[in-house]
Structures are given as C-alpha cells and as structure tokens.
C-alpha cells in the first residue's frame, strides 16, 4: 500500500528493525533510512550530504530534498518527502534516469573539486568572453 504520510525520528544509530511509515534520521551519521514508501518493503537509505539530500525539520515535519527516484530497486517509485507528507511524482523512463545520474555526477565532481567536461554552456560564456574583447 502507497503511503501518504512519513514520520521522523531522530535517532543516534539506525535499529535493526526500520518500520514502515517511519523516517530514521541520525544527525551523528547524516543519514536517513526509511522504508520505500510504495510499500514493497526495501530500505531506503538517504545519505544527508551538500551532494546528496537535504533535511529540512520545522520542530515538527521534515523534507527531504531532492525527490527519492528508487531506480534501483524493482517498483522504481519516485516521490518527495515534503512536511512529512509524501507526494508521489511520475516514474522516469530510462533516460530521465541516466540525465539525472550524469547531472548527480557533474554535481559531485564539482563539490569534489574533480575536473570537469565543459558543458555546452560553459564553452558558449567561453566564446561571448572572446567576442566582447577589443579587436
Ligand atoms: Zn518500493
């Protein structure tokens, strides 16, 4: 059964047991763990890192940002922890799942300090640089 709705609890170290409708958040450990809110039982876990998700917690509802794509597990379910609620979103095709992991990829590498392939966008500021210089 599809959940609707997600509670937090902090905790220091993950429990054997991950309940359904329950999301463990360590702070110690900056992880997340729930379990996939369509039901199918798979652990979900949602590192908190500046390249990976944000927690936001109001005292009382937590966000998790971006939306958890679980492509690597059977029902590929797709969906956002907002305010403690989950909104389901579209399931992704093939390729929106490799456009987003290339894009998690160019964020990594960037946060990492790794060189990086210039996009389109970045040659094309490279080219109106030179065409603004006096000639
Ligand atoms: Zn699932």
Redesign the pocket.
């Known amino acids: 059964m599809k959940l609707r709705m997600i509670r937090p609890k902090f905790v220091r170290l993950m429990p054997d047991r991950i309940e359904n409708g329950i999301l463990y958040i360590s702070i110690p450990f900056s992880t997340a763990i729930h379990k ?1 809110a ?1 039901g ?1 039982g ?1 652990e979900v876990v949602t590192p908190i890192k500046p390249t990976d998700w944000t927690l936001t917690w109001n005292g009382e509802a937590v966000s998790l940002t971006p939306s958890i794509g ?1 492509w690597g ?1 059977s ?1 590929q ?1 797709h969906y956002w922890i907002t305010d403690n609620k989950i909104v389901w979103s579209r399931k992704w095709n093939l390729r929106q799942i490799e456009t987003g992991r290339s894009f998690d990829r160019n964020v990594k590498a960037s946060y990492y300090g790794e060189t990086r392939v210039p996009t389109h966008e970045t040659r094309q500021q490279a080219s109106d640089t030179d065409s603004t210089e006096p000639q």
Do not use: D, F
């Open positions: 996939c369509c199918c798979e679980n597990i029902c379910s």
